[in-house]
Nanobody, 126 residues
Framework: QVQLVESGGGLVQAGGSLRLSCAASGRTFSSYTVGWFRQAPGKEREFVAGIIWSGDRTVYADSVKGRFTVSRDNPKNTVYLQMNSLKPEDTAVYYC???????????????????WGQGTQVTVSS
């Protein structure tokens, strides 16, 4: 079993920055791929970014490329999402997720992740 807790959300003006954290407990989190997703009101949950267990491979949605950076600190069992140049359309609840499988792939769809955090709200004002 893996438990995930997101933190770091908040209210920020357009052009600002936030860093989200995803802290994990249980099992061998450092061996697993982690994905960040977001869900805006009335919209489906969408993939934002992901990182494999070693940190050597990352994947980003086109909408956040060049603005967001995903990283991980395995000794701390934590994955981060640095978000720069935020836009109002980035407003959403952000979730981290992981899958109890070792590999070099970063899945981009929600059914491929078995463990989810409770989410953290990010609001970007114009």
């Amino acid at each position: 079993q893996v438990q995930l807790v997101e933190s770091g959300g908040g209210l920020v003006q357009a052009g600002g920055s936030l860093r989200l954290s995803c802290a994990a407990s249980g099992r061998t989190f450092s061996s697993y791929t982690v994905g960040w997703f977001r869900q805006a009101p009335g919209k489906e949950r969408e993939f934002v970014a992901g990182i494999i267990w070693s940190g050597d491979r990352t994947v980003y949605a086109d909408s956040v490329k060049g603005r967001f950076t995903v990283s991980r600190d395995n000794p701390k069992n934590t994955v981060y999402l640095q978000m720069n140049s935020l836009k109002p359309e980035d407003t959403a609840v952000y979730y981290c997720a992981t899958r109890a499988a070792v590999g070099w792939v970063v899945p981009t769809t929600t059914p491929q992740y078995g463990y989810w955090g409770q989410g953290t709200q990010v609001t970007v004002s114009s």
